[in-house]
């Protein structure tokens, strides 16, 4: 699935400057090397975003931690509900419990602030009841 932003970009892609990369032996890959036409590889695309993670922050990373990255950003700055979390997980291929085990790199202690919070929220109108 496809953000509906990117689809003009994208097929302009397809239409227009990928028949000038495509060589004879790769016709049905839609990415392809820049520089040889070649079907992307797995390296060819872990290197494409390390490079530009690196030209962008100044920091090395990879694609993997780049998800990690961004599922960490998502449940620590955000409010998002487990239906927001469970599609993002199903969207990166995995499961909620697979994204919250393997990809949240939150502390424990920022891991369960919203208990904390809701414990104190609740102590606090229990004793204003009184």
Known sequence: MIAIELQHAIDDFVYNWRPA????????????????????????????????????????????????????????????????????ALYMGHSVSMQRDSYDRRTIEQKVAPAVDLLKSVNANSSSTI
């Open 21 to 88: 990369l495509c060589k004879s032996e790769s016709p049905n890959n839609l990415f392809l090397q820049t520089k040889t036409g070649k079907q992307l590889t797995q390296d060819s695309v872990y290197q494409i975003v390390s490079r530009a993670c690196y030209k962008f922050t100044g920091k090395r990373t990879n694609p993997h931690l780049l998800r990690d990255m961004l599922v960490t950003h998502v449940r620590q700055t955000s409010n998002a509900s487990e239906k927001q979390l469970e599609a993002l």
